[in-house]
């Protein structure tokens, strides 16, 4: 394949399933649905499972591994996360063959059929998570959800990527004056949770004037405390202050579970 490509197979609280493809290479960044639903959702975006190369695995929490041990076992596809994240989702996965165990780090770049991936430390509260970018050394893209906070250190890493799935979880308000415990609402709000509408605006703005991002898929929404439009509208006002317009010059879209159809490629 020519370029790179970011096609959400499922996106949300309730299920994260990413389909990247970069040179001749294609991975599953994580795999929060059944193996059922993926084979399906692969199939509709034109993937035999049997070519999936890996799954790389952003860390524990269930909505990023449901699916990932019967994949790995139907398939013989190799598995890819940090020592933290295997120590944390290791019971959870089932049988898994010793031989598809890939073990990668923040900070080491690593190579699968020609495209090269590179982890970085998230502050979200897990073992030990990473958000991901990748090349096909020409053009970059990256996944980046359950962040928490963005770091200065992630936003250069950030800079040059053209296409970009990127976490919009929930509006602020929506969920301050929502049901969710305040014990709840406090984490997600705190560095160590999620990304609000409104930071991920801020983000997507200053990537976009800065940086390279011209294509923007808004990912892990929050089914109770967000919805597409609030999250649509939000990133299009900061992107709009910008000088660049939505629309004309930067492409932006909505995941949702199961919301085949929209991807980003960069080509
Ligand atoms: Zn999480
Ligand atoms: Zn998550």
Redesign the pocket.
Known sequence: MKGIRICPLSSG?SG?CILIQAADCTVLVDC?ITGKSAQTELVRAGVDPNSIDGIIV??E?I??ISGVGILCRRFNIPVYATLGTWKAMIDGLGKINPMLIRYIAAEVPFSINGATFHPFSTS?DAAESIGLKFTDGEKSGAVA??MGTVSKHIYDLLSDCSIMLIEANHDENMLIRGPYPAKLKERILSDHG?LSNKLCGALCAKLVREGSLRKIMLG?LSSDNNTPRMAYETVTNSINATGFTVDTDIELYVAERYCMGEELTDK
């Open positions: 609280s994260n929060g952003t860390h929490h909505d990023h979200h959800t359950d999620h892990h």
